[in-house]
């Protein structure tokens, strides 16, 4: 059975700072995992997805993640937060057959 | 050139009615999702058609019933809407073929039961 835990239900950053959005998952074969951003009052938009090629995955507007399979973890990072990336942030996870299973989501606040 | 279009994007209306939203996708995908987004923003997904073929089809109420003409139409149709039913709905497909397909999503259709 596959999961995803965020850690982190808001994160607040200043504009111009780096911001960690944390992702654990827990899956029972060699998973896909993605990140997608949720603007307000918007549909869902890819930012990036792991699917076992490079561990380092670099996504749209500057965001980039890790793969860590020793950690099972999946971390979204950008070096330098724009005021545009306040969103929510979901953390997916994929095994097989295109089924997904969403995190709870991270809010992610910047401020000026 | 909207990849993935549902309509209504607002539907109000009061609780005992039956509504329909609709969904359409133009990238040619062989798969189509429905998704309800609670009002703590989790997202769960509901059902699944792969070639107008029902293959996910978690527990729902049978009140919720997807229709499919054709590949690239999903429509849900709900009936004797209840309360509990109010949250955002979204519509995704893929392209099936190997793992790690990603699911490009809707706007979202926002119901509302009074």
């Known amino acids: 059975a596959q999961s995803v835990t965020q850690l982190d239900s808001h994160v607040s950053v200043s504009e111009g700072t780096p911001v960690l959005l944390r992702c654990n998952y827990s899956?029972?074969?060699?998973?896909?995992l993605f990140w997608y951003v949720q603007h307000p009052n918007k549909g869902l938009q890819l930012l990036l997805k792991?699917?076992?090629?490079?561990?380092l995955v670099k996504g749209i507007n500057g965001f980039e993640a890790e793969f860590k399979k020793s950690e099972t973890s999946f971390h979204l990072t950008k070096p330098s937060a724009h005021m545009s990336d306040a969103a929510e942030y979901f953390c997916v996870v994929s095994e097989g057959y295109s089924t997904l299973t969403f995190g709870k989501g991270t809010m992610l606040l910047v401020s000026p | 050139d909207t990849a993935v279009s549902q309509t209504p994007k607002y539907l109000v209306t009061q609780m005992g009615n039956d509504k329909s939203i609709k969904c359409e996708q133009n990238l040619g995908h062989d798969t189509m999702y429905w998704y309800k987004q609670d009002s703590k923003k989790f997202l769960k997904i509901m059902f699944s058609y792969n070639n107008k073929e029902l293959i996910i089809n978690e527990t729902v109420p049978n009140r919720f019933s997807p229709k499919s003409p054709d590949k690239a139409h999903l429509n849900l149709h709900i009936n004797s809407l209840e309360l509990g039913d109010s949250a955002v709905y979204f519509c995704a497909s893929s392209q099936t073929s190997g793992q790690g397909r990603e699911q490009y999503f809707g706007p979202g259709t926002r119901l509302t039961v009074t």
């Open positions: 899956s029972s074969y060699s998973p896909s």
């Open positions: 792991y699917t076992s090629a490079a561990t």
